[in-house]
């Protein structure tokens, strides 16, 4: 039997971050939403649907808690690939395992290192009961909602849940055993934009084109031709180029985002490609 675990005494000493992937509109299909939990006050910190567990959905969670709360002390997570690499750790202990995983070099390490974050890995599922027990109330109300509502797409959950959590925390969350809060204010000099982006190496040709999974893209910047920058991709403001510091357009010339040979990009990320940028091109020829 699994022991309980303590509470944290104060707000913002320990977020607990998990997805839940589930019917939501009640019709068959599956996404998953992502979500963080304070443990000390059982307050919801953010939550983001996406078509599944990812990268782009944690990176809003954390967009979220960080603007509307603060920097908490600690995460506790589980070893999904979001937040730990994929490779085996052969010969090594399961304690062993875990304590390499925190080290290792990965975005979500990196955030959290350069924010002076603890990151604490779970055994068990058992381990982060707090937003387990979240997830169980969530799926008995939030479908219910959504059909009421008529909400069936996750653009409509996402705008709806950016409001609801307050509501949801107003009835749910409990006092902490310590009044001192432990958030900590989003350092002036963090690029919450670019931090909390998914990033790809490329370059462009003579023309200012670059191929980006097997698609015709045109970077809108000055002196383009052969520039080498990174190409940035999030929820927030879908697909953008970061030369030296500072924000360009990219169009998408010709190409459609479909599958390949090869190709590895998720289908999160080209659903959230063609969101920003596909509509758009294909209203030129309505």
Not at 73 to 88: E, L, N, P, Q, T
Request: glycine residues 6%.
């Amino acid at each position: 039997m699994h022991k309980p675990r303590d509470e944290r005494p104060q707000e913002g000493e320990l977020v607990q971050m998990d997805a839940s992937c589930h019917d939501w509109f009640m019709n068959g299909q599956y996404e998953s939403i992502h979500g963080g939990i304070d443990d000390a006050t059982h307050k919801i910190t953010g939550l983001y649907m996406c078509l599944n567990e990812c990268r782009l959905g944690y990176n809003e969670v954390l967009r979220q808690t960080w603007t509307r709360y603060g920097v908490p002390g600690a995460y506790y997570i589980d070893r999904h690939s979001s937040f730990v690499a994929s490779k085996r750790k052969k010969g090594r202990s399961l304690t062993e395992r875990l304590e390499f995983s925190k080290n290792e070099t990965t975005h979500f390490n990196d955030l959290c290192r350069d924010l002076n974050i603890e990151v604490i890995l779970a055994l068990s599922a058992q381990g982060k009961g707090r937003i387990e027990r979240l997830w169980q109330t969530l799926q008995g109300k939030l479908p219910f909602i959504f059909r009421y509502l008529e909400i069936n797409s996750i653009d409509a959950a996402n705008e709806y849940l950016c409001s609801w959590v307050d509501s949801f925390n107003a009835r749910f969350k409990v006092a902490a055993r310590d009044s001192v809060k432990a958030w900590r204010e989003l350092p002036s000099w963090f690029d919450l934009d670019y931090r909390l982006s998914v990033k790809f190496s490329c370059h462009t040709d003579s023309m200012g084109y670059f191929i980006f999974h097997g698609c015709d893209f045109r970077l809108v910047a000055p002196q383009r031709a052969y520039r080498k920058f990174e190409l940035c991709l999030s929820e927030a403001f879908g697909l953008r180029a970061y030369i030296d510091g500072r924000w360009y357009a990219v169009e998408l010339d010709r190409g459609f985002l479909q599958d390949v040979r090869g190709d590895t990009m998720p289908i999160v990320e080209k659903d959230l490609i063609a969101r920003y940028l596909l509509s758009d091109l294909h209203s030129e020829y309505a």
